[in-house]
């Protein structure tokens, strides 16, 4: 058992400013009791524990929120990028009607087998009909140029609650677009996805198709507080955009015609600024 010295009791520890040092010493250099020792050594443990929360508390966990946060980044517009709802639907029927007419020519053109023709003509002729129907869809794409046209559709976004501590926005939208209605000889496709869909309903006694957000029940924005609040003063010009094309191809059904409408990407952004806060690709 050793006596342990305390460093104002020591000569050589008088001068000596550093407690680190001190504290090597009384360890290390001057023989002590384990019992104490290890007391010194739970204290400077307990010590440096509380210390390493402060800093993740105060310095690591802020820092990582504020990294997390998406930043706004300008827009790269297309041509067709702020295209009304109204406007899209009129498009949209306009080139479902143009496939229901020339389905129904392709179904009349076929007919039936008549009583003089053989099987073989049958088929023939069946081949040459729908030959003639893809003909004139190709070139209608072409024409329209939705072989290669990107629609971007603006629907507007109501942003309804922030929360400062989890730093998410509540955001919904209550707009719809109106879609074309399922035929029996035309069915109107959305492909599968997390964030747009379609569905019917009645209005009025009217059968109507809706295109819209899957949001249930609003979309969980995160966002950093100072954005938050900055976009809310400029809430008028908030709003979602849905980028689409219109993919009119036929595949090797032939019992009946499709059109569908698929989504390739959704946005929240400012119109004003054309400044992007959130975008997510559809696949």
Request: positive net charge; glycine residues 4%.
């Amino acid at each position: 058992m050793y006596i342990w010295r305390t460093c104002w009791l020591s000569k050589e520890m008088r001068g000596d400013c550093s407690w680190v040092t001190w504290l090597r010493r009384i360890i290390v250099e001057r023989p002590v009791s384990r019992s104490y020792k290890g007391k010194i050594m739970r204290t400077l443990l307990r010590d440096t524990i509380r210390q390493i929360a402060l800093v993740v508390t105060f310095v690591v966990i802020p820092s990582l929120l504020s990294s997390q946060t998406p930043q706004p980044k300008p827009a790269t517009p297309l041509p067709e990028d702020n295209i009304a709802p109204a406007e899209f639907t009129a498009a949209l029927k306009e080139a479902w009607t143009f496939i229901k007419d020339e389905s129904e020519n392709y179904t009349t053109a076929i007919g039936k087998k008549t009583e003089f023709e053989t099987t073989a003509e049958f088929e023939k002729r069946s081949v040459v009909a729908r030959q003639q129907y893809l003909a004139k869809i190709a070139k209608y794409v072409k024409d329209k140029k939705y072989d290669i046209r990107v629609i971007g559709v603006v629907l507007k976004a109501n942003l309804n609650l922030y929360d400062a501590d989890g730093q998410v926005y509540n955001v919904t939208c209550p707009s719809v677009i109106e879609a074309p209605y399922n035929i029996p000889t035309v069915t109107t496709e959305i492909p599968q996805n997390a964030y747009v869909g379609l569905a019917d309903s009645i209005r009025m006694g009217y059968r109507t198709s809706s295109i819209y957000l899957k949001f249930n029940p609003y979309f969980r924005w995160q966002v950093g507080r100072d954005i938050a609040r900055a976009a809310k003063d400029d809430e008028a010009n908030v709003f979602f955009r849905i980028r689409f094309k219109v993919d009119m191809s036929q595949g090797e059904s032939k019992k009946g015609s499709r059109f569908t409408v698929v989504p390739k990407q959704v946005m929240l952004f400012n119109q004003k600024t054309n400044t992007i806060y959130w975008e997510q690709t559809i696949h």
